[in-house]
């Protein structure tokens, strides 16, 4: 037994640091360690960190993005808007099979886009505030916020949409107005089908800082709709001349 014991003692002994003496009122220092980076220490982990940087750029740019709607979202909303109403006539364009590009119908959808994405910022600002200071509990407040995005923002939009459209292709007022009341009932039955559900998952899902960038993503696949629409009331126009 004493044997045991003298033997652990010198084990002890041997592999712990030396005591070293330290005078009344000092602190002692912690060890330093020395750090190493994940890239000296595995090639393998320098490419992950290349790669890293290399995507970096896209998920900055998304925060950047991000920041933007944040800090100055009329501005932020209204290029996001221009780019993606330019895309929707675009494609519509093309589906229509035209001689030539009508540059004109063009810069009037993404003008007026860019006029209601403006208006639509402020719109689902004011919306959100209102709500939420008048009305009670989630559930209530996003029926509520649905019910009316769909019954006073869609129609305003809609005939606000086609007396634009006829002005800019030198039509009178009166004209505009006739062509907007004409088309009124086919574009909000068709409007408030597809809007329902989607404006459902944007009070109910989307950050508030997000949801008109949102709403113009979806509106990618309706603003084809739309300008198919006011195509088509152009031609009756013309034909009815």
């Known amino acids: 037994m004493i044997f045991k014991l003298l033997v652990g003692a010198a084990a002890a002994r041997q592999f712990s640091p030396p005591l070293t003496r330290r005078d009344p009122g000092t602190t002692a220092k912690p060890p330093t360690v020395e750090r190493r980076e994940p890239t000296e220490l595995c090639p393998a982990a320098t490419q992950l960190e290349r790669t890293r940087r290399w ?30 109403a330019f895309t929707g006539d675009f494609v519509m364009q093309a589906a229509e099979k035209n ?81 907007s009341l004409t088309m009124l009932p086919r574009t909000c039955p068709v409007s408030w089908l597809v809007w329902a559900p989607a404006q459902l998952l944007t009070f109910g899902a989307v950050p508030p800082h997000l949801r008109v960038v949102w709403v113009n993503s979806l ?23």
Request: hydrophobic share 45%; glycine share 10%.
């Open 55 to 84: 995507r970096g750029g896209g998920e900055n740019l998304w925060q950047s993005y991000s920041r933007t709607l944040e800090t100055k979202p009329v501005i932020g909303n209204m290029v996001t808007g221009g780019l993606l």
């Open 219 to 241: 509106a990618l696949c309706w603003n084809v709709v739309m300008s198919g629409f006011n195509q088509a009331a152009r031609l009756e126009g013309s034909s009815s001349i």
């Open 99 to 179: 001689p030539a590009y009508d540059h004109l119908r063009a810069l009037r959808f993404v003008g007026f886009r860019i006029c209601v994405v403006r208006c639509y910022t402020v719109w689902v600002r004011e919306l959100e505030h209102w709500v939420n200071r008048h009305v009670d509990g989630d559930r209530r407040r996003l029926l509520t916020k649905t019910f009316l995005d769909l019954a006073i923002w869609l129609p305003a939009k809609d005939f606000v949409y086609f007396v634009w459209m006829a002005l800019l292709e030198g039509l009178g007022l009166t004209e505009g107005i006739r062509r």
